[in-house]
């Protein structure tokens, strides 16, 4: 299973890769295997101000509908258009084209405080 060393992640399975304060957010490659084949991602939350551990929006799996909880306070900008057409790039490119949204960070330095790629390994046992 892959860790990129670049990324944090939360408890929660997700991942979140920090540029300024512009966080790219999605859920890990453990996340997805759990889930199964995706076959919807519903994100609303375009424009409004999130504390971190809020659910931001739902991905739905051929036998579950899981929430997706933002790691870390701040602002939802953009959600990855892709998906409504294509949420299966979720399974097969969970760090890559199939992130889920950019976010505004209120505090960047809050991202230092999840979990580096060693943690997180260690949390889901590979």
């Avoid at 929006?57 to 509908?65: M, R, S, Y």
């Amino acid at each position: 299973m892959n860790f990129p060393s670049n990324l944090r992640y939360t408890k929660d399975h997700e991942w979140v890769l920090l540029e300024g304060n512009t966080a790219t957010v999605g859920i890990t490659e453990f996340a997805q295997r759990e889930l199964g084949d995706i076959v919807f991602v519903d994100i609303n939350t375009v424009g409004k101000d999130l504390a971190a551990e809020d659910v931001f929006g739902t991905v739905e799996a051929v036998k579950t509908v899981s929430d997706l909880f933002l790691p870390v306070s701040g602002t939802i900008k953009e959600i990855n258009p892709e998906l409504d057409s294509s949420p299966e790039l979720v399974n097969q490119e969970p760090y890559g084209q199939g992130w889920m949204i950019k976010m505004t960070v209120n505090n960047p330095a809050d991202v230092e405080g999840l979990l580096d790629a060693a943690a997180y390994q260690s949390l889901v046992g590979e």
